[in-house]
């Protein structure tokens, strides 16, 4: 079939159903001689009259009945079926692709994650637990997730969690017979364990901040891990003093199995974001998932 003859046919059908040039010619944006003009060349076309013209009413002849009979539930399919489309062009769908540490995506991203997905099952998800700073552009991450929100220009950061607070613990076998710190640099004198970064292989550096002073200690011990679950493993054993996200430890310091130390020198702090390309071109899914992760706390 010709472009031409969809635009004749959609151009009879408006006319049989309005019974009138006028109305018709209305309805479809275009003059009454141009709509007259592309009926007749339709009945030229097929060689029968499709409508009856008086000067106060038009109607289908029986050519144009059948014709009309036919076009009318077929008009009415194509509609549907372009309107169904439109749906799933706005229906979220599509494969993320997220880095994130191990705590963000346990404590922020997950737990979102398992209420969203159910609701939309053509959102995919791929989530790299890593907690390197990776560049997203060029691993081909749609985003990351960062503590604070200073990024480069060419990013957007939102924030998807609460301020968090860094803490020092130690158990109560530790410090038998020990003094508990008050100052950072009293830290010299206890065991402490260490962390190392999965990424560049440095030990992470104890940041310790009170009334707008920065400290950075290096600390010593016995043991360093790669997993902050091993290291907190560690501390209720006895081990040393490790510093730690606060939420890993706040059910041991509430049970008495870990005692706080140098809280005055733990401010809370920024909290994680999710960062992305300003330039993107945001997906119906990726728009969504951006505002069930936003945090309104």
Not at 78 to 86: A, F, K, W
Not at 99 to 124: G, I, M, N, Q
């Amino acid at each position: 079939m010709h472009r031409n003859d969809l635009i004749d046919l959609n151009a009879f059908l408006t006319v049989a159903e309005a019974r009138s040039f006028t109305r018709a010619a209305a309805k479809l944006g275009t003059s009454q001689s141009s709509l007259s003009h592309t009926i007749r060349r339709l009945e030229a076309r097929l060689g029968v009259r499709l409508l009856t013209r008086t000067t106060r009413s038009v109607a289908p002849t029986e050519a144009g009945e059948r014709l009309l009979g036919t076009l009318k539930p077929a008009m009415e399919n194509i509609g549907t079926q372009l309107e169904s489309l439109s749906q799933l062009r706005d229906r979220p769908a599509g494969t993320m692709r997220i880095t994130a540490s191990e705590h963000a995506a346990d404590t922020v991203l997950w737990p979102t994650l398992k209420k969203l997905l159910p609701k939309y099952p053509d959102v995919h998800v791929e989530l790299s637990i890593d907690s390197s700073f990776t560049d997203i552009v060029t691993e081909r991450f749609d985003a990351g997730v960062r503590l604070g929100e200073a990024l480069a220009k060419d990013m957007i950061a939102v924030r998807i969690g609460p301020e968090l607070r860094m803490a020092v613990v130690g158990s109560p076998a530790y410090f038998k017979g020990r003094h508990a710190p008050v100052t950072p640099h009293d830290l010299a004198e206890h065991r402490c364990i260490n962390l190392r970064f999965l990424s560049g292989g440095g030990l992470y550096a104890w940041d310790l901040e009170k009334d707008g002073r920065e400290v950075r200690v290096r600390v010593d011990g016995q043991l360093i891990f790669n997993n902050v679950n091993m290291v907190v493993r560690a501390a209720l054993a006895g081990f040393g003093l490790c510093l730690v996200m606060e939420d890993h430890v706040q059910e041991h310091i509430a049970k008495g199995r870990l005692v706080r130390v140098l809280e005055d020198w733990c401010p809370p702090f920024p909290g994680y974001h999710l960062y992305f390309p300003s330039r993107r071109e945001p997906s119906a899914a990726f728009t969504l998932l951006v505002e069930a992760l936003r945090y309104r706390g």
